[in-house]
């Protein structure tokens, strides 16, 4: 046999293995492999290659076959997570980042026009003991969650759009994995926080007659007026039943669900919860805004109660009567609408 023989029965030989080979994966190809719609044979037919109709019929939400375990989730592609997408990224993160911006713009002009709240009296010296060790620790855990949680989750929501442009990749990716691991270790002890919270101050929170005052008067926020109150006015009530609790909830018990996602959530439960918790937590942010400008630069020695405990008796004259006279021994009726008027401390 000359060479040119052998090169073309090695050739012949080649193809015949190729043929064979080819011929016995098909079928299992085959098997595996759906059973082509009336679309798919069309589109096949004027576009060879073109798996557009494969994917929208995938898209339709039935249950596939799947070579993994999934709690009652058996979807190769779907929809409610590109829904998800769109909501996070579009409305939620555009709108919530305006509605924070659109706070701290009002608090900073406010501030500009009425200035800090000041005692138009002058302090005597004699302290009232506003909040105790407790209390004052109850505070300062909850707050520091809170704080821990807000910066760890804007981070999340808005850096990519901020922070990335400034960072690079690199740099933004360590602060995003160390935002992701604070948020999640700080979310349950906000949560149980939140729950001895409200269980320590609710029943200094329940509405009282002189509230309606309050309402009316807007405070005297405005006016400079002031307006009797209880151990807190109406709008601390509101803070903590509408912020602390309703709000803080929903954030708290929305977090367990993403934070603990093997006890039987599907993934849609997973977009609703987080859906639910970025809302909230945009929410509970905006509001606390207000809580911590009165807190701090908004009024005068307001922050005193939490720092040591104590305010001076002028203080709590002019911004809870009410609670005044009653920690000086004085009775007050519980019903009284605001007609009572305390007596002022006397200087020495």
């Not at 005597?124 to 909850?142: D, K, P, Q, Y």
């Not at 969650?145 to 690079?168: D, E, N, R, Y």
């Not at 320590?200 to 405070?219: E, S, T, Y």
């Not at 903590?240 to 909830?249: C, E, P, R, S, Y």
Request: charged share 15%; net charge positive.
């Amino acid at each position: 046999m000359n060479s040119l023989t052998f090169a073309r029965a090695r050739r012949g030989l080649v193809l015949l293995a190729a043929t064979a080979c080819i011929a016995s994966v098909q079928p299992a190809l085959a098997a595996d492999a759906p059973p082509p719609t009336a679309a798919n044979a069309a589109a096949a037919l004027v576009q060879p290659g073109n798996n557009a109709a494969t994917f929208r019929d995938v898209r339709r939400g039935e249950n596939q076959s799947i070579t993994f375990q999934a709690p009652a989730d058996r979807t190769l592609i779907q929809a409610s997570g590109e829904r998800w997408r769109q909501l996070r990224n579009g409305p939620i993160t555009v709108w919530g980042g305006w509605m924070l911006v659109g706070v701290f713009v009002a608090l900073a002009a406010f501030y500009k026009l009425r200035g800090k709240i000041m005692l138009e009296g002058k302090p005597t010296g004699r302290l009232i003991e506003r909040f105790n060790s407790v209390e004052r620790m109850a505070h300062f855990v909850l707050a520091g969650c809170f704080v821990l949680l807000a910066l760890s989750g804007l981070t999340m929501l808005f850096g990519k759009h901020v922070l990335l442009p400034l960072m690079g990749h690199t740099l933004f990716g360590w602060l995003a994995w160390v935002a992701k691991n604070l948020h999640n270790l700080t979310g349950p002890l906000f949560f149980v926080s939140t729950l001895f919270f409200v269980a320590l101050f609710a029943r200094d929170n329940v509405w009282q007659r002189v509230d309606a005052l309050w309402i009316r008067k807007a405070g005297g926020l405005l006016s400079g007026e002031h307006v009797p109150s209880w151990r807190f006015n109406f709008g601390e009530k509101t803070w903590f039943w509408i912020g602390v609790t309703i709000l803080g909830l929903i954030v708290g018990v929305s977090g367990l669900v993403l934070d603990f996602p093997g006890l039987g959530q599907i993934r849609q439960d997973m977009q609703l919860a987080h859906m639910v918790h970025s809302v909230g937590a945009i929410l509970f942010m905006s509001l606390s805004l207000g809580h911590i400008y009165i807190g701090t630069i908004g009024m005068e020695r307001a922050i005193d109660g939490m720092k040591s405990g104590y305010v001076d008796e002028t203080w709590a004259l002019e911004h809870h009567a009410y609670w005044y006279e009653t920690a000086r021994g004085r009775k007050v009726a519980k019903d009284d609408d605001g007609t009572h008027t305390p007596a002022a401390p006397h200087n020495h």
